[in-house]
């Protein structure tokens, strides 16, 4: 019989995220998710701790959040916009107007911490009649480190201007309009001066803090079923699972044991221990429970919020080496943050598997490397636990904050 091999071991976990230095922090993070006009959502700002809740009723716009967030991501990490907004018109306000040249769009940016100070950024999206970027500014400090504008609709560029702080205060060059201008920077700028290393040092925070994003939602009826074995990179729908249970298990036995603990804990009976076996003369691979008395339970026989449950631990216990992200290669691990963002954070979970996931969450949250943006429909059960950011939607999408203690 041939069994799966076993890949290649990724490096160890990188350590707590270090003290702030002068009340900034070390970490590039988004603090702030902006949606200024964007589906259903106008002049809103959605304020993101190390782990947050966004919750609301249907038709809120958690969803619609999320989806605005992996853009940007997609954006940050050098996408083409088509990538990043496969719908757009789906972003455009329902009752917003055309202008005299029939054209619509709509906006959304962020804010970015990190040892430069918080940096803002905000993208100006033309969805109809043509897809196109057409204004962007990045600032800092009350500085306009870039701005871009369309200024001929006839050809495929913007116009943009960085700081320079040198001979000449601004430098203007052409950037395509389908790409962020803030993630091309590094290719464009020099960094001779002090302002344009200020420009890099800032552009660099924001596409660092944007990448690196796991967008998550399990879903029970792809996991039950054996799956071919492959590189044990998980995907967003977890189908994979048993094939990262059967590289994860090998590589790290204190994270596997977090595994089991938690998973103990959220799915009925005795478990010992969770693992993956070959299947089908080692062409598949399978996922059981140990029950620990010689019975072994195949995940086709879990129910969903066992599942789901499962697999958003096993999300929150690994790391970009597991996931199916777009990696910081040239970044040093402690010094990269992944976020997860989990649409239906509690969905299918009973009280007893959302309390311990979200004290899970919040656990590896407080070190600083992972961050979670999630959405439910209630978060009153989150009350009492530290750490937790609960941001609330109503149908007319007007947020309100509230931080757990």
Known sequence: MTTPASPPRPATAPPPAPPASGGRPRLPRVTELRLSAFAGHRGAGLPLGALTLLAGPSGSGKTTALRAYEALARLGGGAELGEAFPEPGACVPERARADAQRRRGFRIGCTADGPEGPVRLEVAVQAEPGLRIVGERLTADGVVLLETAL???GRRT????WHTAGAAPVTRAPLPDDRLGTALLPLRVAGKTPGQRRVLAAAEQMVVALRS???CDPRPERMRDPVPAGAGRLLGGCDNLADVLWRTRAECGRRHGLLVDAV????????????AEPYDAGRLVRALLD???????ELRRLGDGELRYAALALVLLTGPGVLEVD???EVPAALQTLTVLADGLDRALDPVQRSELLRLAA????RGHIRLVGTVS??????GVSGVTVVHLDRDRSPRRRASP
């Open 378 to 383: 209630d978060a009153s059960w989150a009350a």
């Open 291 to 297: 029950r620990g008395d010689g019975t072994r339970t």
């Open 158 to 161: 913007v116009q943009a201007a």
């Open 213 to 215: 994003v796991f967008p």
């Open 151 to 153: 200024r001929d609709p």
């Open 264 to 275: 103990r804990a959220g799915c009925a009976g005795p478990v010992t221990d969770l693992l």
């Open 363 to 366: 656990r590896m949250c407080e």
């Open 327 to 329: 990696a910081l290669g």
